[in-house]
């Protein structure tokens, strides 16, 4: 299942916040899953940074080809838009890693 992680990333630490989207992104795939991992988007902000909004967009036009959202704990307008464009696309919404096993 091709699954978009919808986490905090400016809100706290952001390197620790890419990290732990990427643990996440990695399990899912030790799962058998295609996580999309919009927090890469860092490491090319490093070298050309853009604004927040290019990225928001960016994130926006992939987020219809995932066929479910896993939303990561904490506070996030980013992620909680994110959430509300799955519900309105009628994709699932996931909150725990542990629901979505067996569900390739």
């Given amino acids: 299942m091709k699954i978009y992680i919808a986490a905090p990333y400016t809100n706290g630490d952001v390197a620790q916040n890419v990290r732990k989207v990427m643990e996440v992104a990695n399990k899912l795939m030790d799962m058998g899953h295609i996580p999309f991992i919009p927090h890469l988007t860092h490491f090319q902000h ?19 080809f995932c066929e479910a ?32 096993n067996g569900n390739k």
């Fill in 46 to 64: 490093l070298y050309f940074p853009r604004p927040y909004e290019d990225w928001i967009k960016l994130d926006n036009a992939f987020l219809p």
């Fill in 69 to 100: 959202v896993l939303r990561l704990e904490g506070g996030s307008k980013g992620a909680d838009a994110e959430v509300k464009l799955a519900k309105n696309l009628g994709i699932k919404i996931y909150y725990n890693i542990s629901e979505i």
